[in-house]
């Protein structure tokens, strides 16, 4: 019987066409699940983590910065309302005297006209809102309000006055004078500014007449005036 020549090619014998061993198929099977680029699958899987959690925590920052920003946002909404408490409770201390002066005032008017008998002369009313008038006059006072009077014969203030018509005056003394009053006026005390400048009528100096030469008639036989 005649023995059959030894095959090295034999996979049994592992011999170049042998299979390769489990570990040898890990081996292969790492080598070639490469990207095109070449870079491995592990590295891939790596970098992927990597921006996945960059994103996590990019994500979780822009949560707490929404956070802090409607914090933010209670904290304006709650100081804007405190502000608007305050002014109103400033508003209210500041104007409370005005309106407990305008109480009494109102008091007054009823109380004087049920007072009236008929007939009312003319003094009686003009008594009556004079004191009225100078009721406000304290009122306006107190909420530091100066009235501005203007006296007739004094010099004319532009920043306190108002020229509400003029008439002319051959007085060279008159000329820019108060001739009347019409209006006071009033001025704020704390800022030193006029509010509402007094109402008057001025004085101006008329413009002087030029003289007319009156023609002299010529004497009998003589010359003509030349003005004739």
Known sequence: MTQAPYDSSDPADGGPDARPTADGDEETRSVQEELPGGEPAEATADRLWEISA???????????????????????????????????????????????DLQSLRNDLLRQAATLSDPVTVPTVAE???????????????????????TAGTPFEPGSH????????????????????????????????????ASVVV????????????????APGGPADPAH
């Not at 009225?132 to 009235?147: K, N």
């Not at 004085?203 to 010529?218: D, K, L, N």
């Open 54 to 100: 960059a994103l996590a925590a990019i994500q979780h920052e822009l949560a707490r910065q929404n956070e802090r920003a409607a914090a933010r946002e209670r904290v304006i909404d709650r100081l804007h309302e405190e502000n608007l408490r305050l002014r109103s409770g400033e508003y209210r201390s500041v104007t409370r005297p005005l309106v407990t």
């Open 128 to 150: 009556l809102l004079g004191s009225f008038a100078y009721s406000i006059e304290l009122t306006l006072e107190r909420a530091g309000v100066q009235v501005l009077r203007a």
């Open 162 to 197: 108002r020229v509400a018509r003029v008439v002319c005056t051959d007085d060279p003394a008159q000329d820019g004078t108060v001739a009347e009053p019409l209006a006071d006026g009033y001025r704020d005390v704390v800022s030193d500014r006029v509010l509402l400048p």
């Open 203 to 218: 004085c101006r100096r008329s413009a002087t007449p030029t003289p007319v030469r009156t023609p002299t008639p010529p």
